[in-house]
């Protein structure tokens, strides 16, 4: 069984900045890709940042550009999202995803973690 928990958020002044973590589990030997979802209060789930194993393609939302970057760090299994300069819009719970590049973005990956909450407030 493939597990994906994320860590990191919390309570940040607007500008500031959070490094989220997403760390896998289990057998994910075949996922090709992995990405970041946000759900905001009162609003869909929208894909903020994806990236394939190999990265030969990635993705950021128009609204994070600049801002958001996605590293790995494949030997640990680990992912990260480095939000800098951030606004009270991005406030949503984060989730980190697995799945096949179509399916991630298409809006359904087909792994989740459990989220975790970024508040951007002064």
């Known amino acids: 069984q493939v597990q994906l928990v994320e860590s990191g958020g919390g309570l940040v002044q607007p500008g500031g900045s959070l490094r989220l973590s997403c760390a896998a589990s289990g057998s994910i030997f075949s996922v090709n890709a992995m990405g970041w979802y946000r759900q905001a209060l009162g609003k869909q789930r929208e894909l903020v940042a994806g990236?394939?194993?190999?990265?030969?393609?990635?993705y950021y939302a128009d609204s994070v550009k600049g801002r958001f970057t996605l590293s790995r760090d494949n030997g640990k299994n680990v992912a990260y999202l480095q939000m800098d300069s951030l606004k009270p819009e991005d406030t949503a719970v984060y989730f980190c995803t697995l799945s096949d590049w179509g399916r991630l973005m298409s809006g359904g990956p087909d792994v989740w973690g459990q989220g975790t909450q970024v508040t951007v407030s002064s």
């Open positions: 990236v394939t194993t190999g990265g030969s393609a990635n």
